[in-house]
């Protein structure tokens, strides 16, 4: 069974920072690609980053130049540093990747059960 935590969500004031985590655990042949969503209330679920297995990664505009991905490959980690926060960016945060629980078949996507960003002063 696979499962994916994330952590590192919380209160923060507009212009600040926070680094959310998530691992990836349990029977896993191999990940593709990771990635963050948020859903704020009453929005449909959104993606905000993403990164390959070969480690490309991918941003929405409203996050470019202040949101970063990266990912440890060997600990089946994942991670969002978040700078320059906005109000706008409060929702919660899922991590998201696309997993081949055995051998070499076709990637199943799984999801975190998310973590709260609020940005507010």
């Known amino acids: 069974q696979v499962q994916l935590v994330e952590s590192g969500g919380g209160l923060v004031q507009p212009g600040g920072s926070l680094r959310l985590s998530c691992v990836a655990s349990g029977t896993i042949f191999s990940i593709d690609a990771m990635g963050w969503y948020r859903q704020a209330p009453g929005n449909r679920r959104e993606l905000v980053a993403s990164?390959?297995?070969?480690?490309?990664?991918n941003y929405a505009d409203s996050v470019k130049g202040r949101f970063t991905i990266s990912r440890d490959f060997a600990k089946n980690m994942v991670f969002l540093q978040m700078n320059s926060l906005k109000p706008e960016d409060t929702a919660v945060y899922y991590c998201n990747a696309d997993i081949r629980p055995y051998s070499p078949t076709l990637p199943l996507p799984y999801w975190g059960q998310g973590t709260q960003v609020t940005v507010s002063s």
């Open positions: 990164i390959t297995y070969d480690a490309r990664t």
